[in-house]
């Protein structure tokens, strides 16, 4: 065989073996996609049969969707919601104030959506906006962003008492990934849509809002309404543990005994060990607070 053949035929074969790689590569992650699937719906399936608790006991909830941009909030949500009944939950996720709302008392605006017996609300970003957000980027005044935290724990323990029940979720992400994910968005055109300019100025002000996310923690956690920190670095996991964490909220009937609703460690923390996470990680920042 010549030379120029052989060195042909090396060649071609080094093509075949990269493109048996790479179905295999594609083989085993379409098998995980699949799996996760899987995985995902024996705990949706329980979220119907929450949900009819609800209806059938009459039960008002409000579950808050709070975290960075690119946290996952949007996609745990849908996987939440995803087979439960369209005629008793709604999920709300607010845009700008009209300029009739900027006059009406700050808490109106989502007053409106609240839940009627057998219905459950989710909150795509809440109230809590005026914790983080605006005061970030100058939305508010330091007065309103000071009298939102003075008042919005005696709001919730309000709402409490009208018997609904309130699930309020932190979903905490890595700088790091955080970027990553706005990359994907960027070059994704299918994505591309989520990605606005307060998304691109997320990564300047990072250290903004860690220190507007520990405040608010310190101020705005209570027993009527705790906040429940997930670590959505992963989101498949993150998915699964925010519904363990819902579900275990409730004695709802016909419980699938079969399956585990005990957390897998290091997804949902407590707060006081997402706190101490960013003490350690930015003294700087928070080593006197």
Known sequence: ????????LRERIRILEKEKEEIREKSAEAIKIVDQIKALEFY???MIKLQQHIEKHGKKLIIVFEGRDAAGKGSLIGTVSRYMNPKHYRIVALGKPTTEQTTQWYYQKYVEHFPSAGEIILFDRSWYNRAMVEPVFGFCTKEEYQLFMNDVTGFERSVSRQGVILIKLYLSVKKSVQSERFEQRRVDPLRQWKLSEVDLQAQELWDEFSKMKYKMFQKTDHKHAPWHVIRSNDKHKARIEAMKLILNHF?????NKALSFDYEPGIIVSLEDEMQMMRDTRPDLFGNS
């Open 1 to 8: 065989m010549q030379e120029n053949e052989l060195k042909l």
């Open 44 to 46: 949706q399936a329980e």
């Open 251 to 255: 004695d709802y009937e016909n419980r």
